[in-house]
């Protein structure tokens, strides 16, 4: 399912938003490295991600994010049969929800 880019990943991107410290220079370097297209699009497709994981249907999807069918199918087959960078992601902030939990 996962093509492979037939041009080099540019990992040096990639290390750059790791040394990013906190949410506000995340979103500062993506406002900069994104069109605001891009970033709807992006953030879009997590949202849908994070429904899809909570076991919502596509309607509901639908009514919540504004995404299209297409998307909604698309972020589903990453999920199912993608790298699992979604899983990763969601049980990082899933450990750390539960990590502010208890200091609360």
């Not at 906190?22 to 997590?46: G, I, K, S």
């Not at 993608?82 to 939990?101: C, M, P, S, W």
Request: proline share 2%; aromatic share 8%.
């Amino acid at each position: 399912m996962n093509k492979l880019p037939k041009k080099p990943r540019n990992e040096e991107m990639y290390r750059a938003i790791l040394t990013l410290k906190d949410v506000d220079e995340c979103m500062r370097f993506f406002d900069d490295l994104c069109t605001v297209t891009e970033l709807m699009a992006l953030e879009q497709r997590f949202q849908v991600a994070r429904c899809l994981d909570k076991g919502m249907i596509y309607n509901d999807i639908l009514s919540e994010t504004g995404a299209s069918s297409a998307t909604i199918s698309r972020v589903n087959r990453s999920l199912q049969y993608g790298n699992d960078g979604y899983a990763i992601v969601f049980e990082r902030l899933k450990e750390q929800a539960e990590q502010e939990a208890e200091t609360v």
